[in-house]
């Protein structure tokens, strides 16, 4: 049996479907883009021209929900299979687009093109860790190609999936020209995804111009979505749980309408970034409980209507890699994984999903281990009849060399790294009375010096850099920043 958590029934799941459906279709979302304004009136839609604003059909919506994929899968740069996007699957991606980083001097700065290589050759090792993420954004590029510089990064130093997104409408041109780089056609790119772009409606109820350009692009070339609605209860959004999820179920149907009336069949998830406001400092804070429940609550919602899902859950708040951001991160990570949501993103990040942390990284794979454990649930592996395992603990006064033990041990326990410590003190004494983060630095030292290339092919690497370096062109940079590495 799976472990599984539940906070709705399906009575008030309809009840906030129902809702969603209404606002889109009474008050309207408000659309700041003429091309997906005129493809919403050709299908039907009601426009008022001055304030941009859609009001969506019911029958919209319907043909919407009843075309989009219930499942897919992503594939590495080599063309594996990586990800399954289905059921009750669960995956785990690190937190995305930090704009500084928590360094192992315990400093926070601003990422450079250096620390981006070596989160893209740790993301190598990260066994529990199924994709990618475009983590940090470094500060030694333009800014007008900080989106495609990271893709193109992640792509060059690790094989894993990736989930990134663009900051403008042009960046997407370079980002998909990377992709097909790597794919070889545009048809390779759709039969096998390499990468989920994250797309975001503005709370309350709106899609500006660039987040829903991107979203009816990435449709086009059949590019996986992730809609990241993100109501802030009580600021944003009403102050109720329930009322931040029809808002959220509002604006997500809003994308996934446009997404089905571009390219019928494109893939999706039903994802979001959502927080409960904490008035007294002005804060979102992704480690609220009531921010993890309202998370896993649409996730229900997304299973309801059959759609694969994500959220940002499984990250802390804390400033730095202590006690809060461990029990921020297990618990959002445990919700998630007895929840069934598909992609889970926020492992490495801190600092309200401004900050990322390599060392934290390394820890948070220890707790995507453990969580991904405990949903395998518990089931007798030649436990019946049970009496002649006891004759032989009886008869040995032990059974750690027992076949029964050397068969099932590693399935039935799952053995951390060297990060999280399991000796007793005179050992840990003896070992150097290492800290946490102590530990984690020196994994993450280990793992990044002993990093192998990819298989990239050299043609497709020499492809990848060439069209980097004429983005940056554009922009006025004679040349990238130095890697400093072979790749």
């Known amino acids: 049996m799976r472990p599984t958590v539940r906070f709705l029934s399906n009575e008030l799941i309809e009840k906030i479907i129902a809702e969603g459906r209404e606002l889109i279709c009474k008050l309207g979302i408000e659309i700041h883009n003429n091309r997906i304004l005129s493809l919403l009136a050709d299908h039907g839609a009601r426009i008022d021209k001055l304030t941009n604003r859609v009001y969506f059909k019911q029958d919209l919506i319907d043909k919407a929900l009843a075309l989009a994929p219930h499942s897919f899968k992503l594939y590495d740069a080599l063309g594996n299979e990586a990800v399954d996007m289905s059921g009750f699957k669960v995956n785990f991606t690190p937190g995305s687009a930090a704009i500084n980083i928590l360094d192992s001097a315990n400093k926070i700065r601003k990422p450079t093109t250096n620390d981006y290589v070596r989160y893209a050759k740790l993301m190598c090792s990260m066994n529990n860790i199924a994709s990618q993420s475009t983590a940090m954004i470094p500060v030694d590029i333009h800014e007008k190609i900080a989106d495609s510089y990271r893709l193109y990064l992640s792509l060059l130093f690790c094989e894993k999936p990736v989930v990134t997104g663009a900051f403008t409408i042009e960046a997407f041109e370079i980002m998909k020209d990377l992709q097909i780089a790597v794919r070889g056609s545009k048809e390779n790119l759709a039969a096998k995804p390499l990468t989920i772009f994250s797309c975001c409606p503005t709370s309350p109820l709106k899609w500006s111009e660039v987040t829903s350009q991107n979203l009816i692009d990435c449709a086009k070339y059949s590019i996986p979505v992730e809609y990241i609605s993100m109501p802030l209860s009580g600021f944003m959004s009403p102050v109720t749980l329930v009322g931040t999820l029809i808002q959220h179920t509002a604006e997500t149907l809003s994308g996934l309408v446009m997404s089905q009336l571009t390219n019928p069949g494109t893939p999706v998830l039903y994802g979001g970034s959502p927080a409960f406001f904490d008035v007294r400092y002005e804060t979102t804070p992704m480690g609220s409980i009531s921010t993890m429940m309202v998370d896993c609550a649409y996730n229900e919602i997304g299973k309801y209507l059959s759609l694969p899902t994500q959220a940002y859950i499984g990250l802390g708040d804390a400033k730095h890699l202590d006690a809060q951001a461990g029990l921020e991160t297990s618990m ?20 309200f999903e401004s900050c990322f942390s390599l060392e934290k990284l390394v820890v948070d794979n220890e707790i995507c281990g453990m969580t991904l454990q405990m949903i395998k649930g518990i089931e007798p592996k030649e436990d019946f009849p049970s009496q002649l395992i006891f004759e032989e603990l009886l008869k ?56 192998q290339p990819t298989h990239l092919s050299d043609d497709i690497k020499k492809e990848l850099i060439k069209l980097m370096e004429a983005e940056a062109r554009r922009y006025g940079m004679d040349k990238l920043p130095d890697k400093n590495s072979e790749f």
Request: aromatic residues 6%; proline residues 4%.
């Open 332 to 351: 959002g990570a445990t919700l998630a994984a007895l929840a069934g949501i598909n992609n889970i993103s926020g492992p490495g990040m801190l600092d």
């Open 396 to 451: 040995e006064k032990h059974l750690l060399i027992s076949d029964h033990t050397l068969k099932y041990l590693k399935e039935e326990e799952y053995f951390p790294g060297p990060t999280i410590n399991r000796a007793n003190r005179s050992r840990w004494e003896e070992d150097g009375s290492t800290t946490l983060n102590q530990r984690a630095t020196d994994a993450v030292d280990k793992i990044i010096s002993t990093w």
